[in-house]
């Protein structure tokens, strides 16, 4: 019988201790439910443990082999790039090493039904009958992202949440690096008419970014007292990510590999993107990675961010 080949769950990184404990609890329940396989979960910035950390853990309890899994809702910049970097330098720290890699989460059913599911207990009485949602405009909250492709992705998300759930509309808005803002995509959605708004971020779990989308809802709600206007929670460790985690894990391990790359910004040459194309991926550097040298915090010395 040969042994399945270990998980291992890559994480962004949050300055939110809620966060980070999230996501740390959400591998640990992983764990629980395929206890058949070594789980691990590191993330690729900010909070310990860091993804190598996550690796020697594994090699330590004698793996050889593991699938890794991007928690990311998109394929950008981390899920595309210094994921894949971070692994192949854990490669050549652990030679004997051998991995598969597998695709970001969303859009996918599993996730819009969680959402969906957000948006009933925003409204909670208020959003029971279909005649309410036809009431409801959904403003939908994605990163942000310098990569088009990521971004258009929260846009399919916000379509597919639509489709055939009644509401109104579902509008797209981002955090930052990407128009419109919060308090723009508030304007444009009343501007279609809408009186009752709920802003649903697309986020996996508490964090600094969605404190801010609420907090800048709630800022754009006291300037605009004739709107309506609803904060949802984030998406969360529900059990439809848990069984999500381990389709993309079992898709990476049967090679059976349904990445979008059709509109890549690394692939194809998109207009204002030409210069991305072939462009080398360099790893992340986490603070605590043993190989590099910070004395604080958040620094990027491997890449540059176009702002
Ligand atoms: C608060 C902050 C950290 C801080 O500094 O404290 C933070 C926090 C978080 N980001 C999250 C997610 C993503 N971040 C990115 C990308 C970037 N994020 C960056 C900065 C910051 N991110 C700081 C705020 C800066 C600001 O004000 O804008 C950039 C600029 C720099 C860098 O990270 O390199 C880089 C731009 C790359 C580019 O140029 O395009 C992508 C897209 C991608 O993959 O590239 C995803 C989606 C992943 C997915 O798909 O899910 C989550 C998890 C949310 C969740 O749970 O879902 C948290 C946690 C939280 O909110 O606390
Ligand atoms: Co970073």
């Known amino acids: 019988m040969t042994t399945p080949p270990a998980l291992l769950i890559a994480g962004h990184g949050t300055r939110d201790d ?56 998109v394929s950008a910049g981390h899920a595309k790039g210094d994921i894949p970097a971070a692994l192949a330098r854990e490669k050549e720290r652990h030679p004997g090493i051998s991995y598969t890699y597998g695709r970001p989460l969303g859009p996918h059913p599993a996730l819009l039904n969680v959402l969906e599911r957000r948006l009933d207990e925003a409204l909670g009485s208020a959003g029971r009958t279909p005649g309410d949602r036809a009431d409801v405009t959904v403003l939908l909250v994605g990163r942000g992202s310098t990569d088009p492709d990521a971004n258009a992705e929260v846009h399919k998300a916000a379509r597919l949440l639509w489709e055939g759930r009644g509401y109104a509309g579902v509008e797209t808005a981002f955090v930052s690096l990407a128009a419109p803002d919060v308090p723009s995509g508030l304007d444009r959605c009343v501007r279609l008419g809408a009186r009752r708004i709920v802003v649903l971020p697309y986020f996996l779990f508490t964090g600094i970014l969605p404190d801010r989308v609420r907090h800048q809802t709630e800022g754009w709600a006291a300037a605009h007292p004739e709107v309506e206007v609803l904060s949802a929670d984030v998406i969360g460790p529900e059990p439809e990510l848990l069984d999500l985690v381990w389709e993309r894990y079992e898709e990476a391990v ?29 790893p992340h550097f986490h603070p605590d990675d043993d190989d590099h040298h910070h004395g604080h915090g958040h620094h990027h010395g491997a890449h540059s961010h176009a702002h």
């Open 18 to 73: 809620a966060g980070a404990e999230a996501f740390r609890d959400f591998v640990r329940q992983l764990g629980a439910r395929h206890p058949e396989l070594p789980v691990a979960g590191g993330f690729i910035e900010l909070s310990p443990p860091p993804l190598g950390e996550a690796v020697t853990e594994l090699v330590e309890q004698g793996v050889r082999r593991f699938a890794a899994v991007p928690l990311m809702l």
């Open 254 to 282: 049967k090679g059976d590999l349904r990445m979008n790359c059709d509109s890549c910004v690394y692939r194809i040459a998109l207009p204002g993107f030409e210069d991305k194309v072939g462009m080398p991926q360099q």
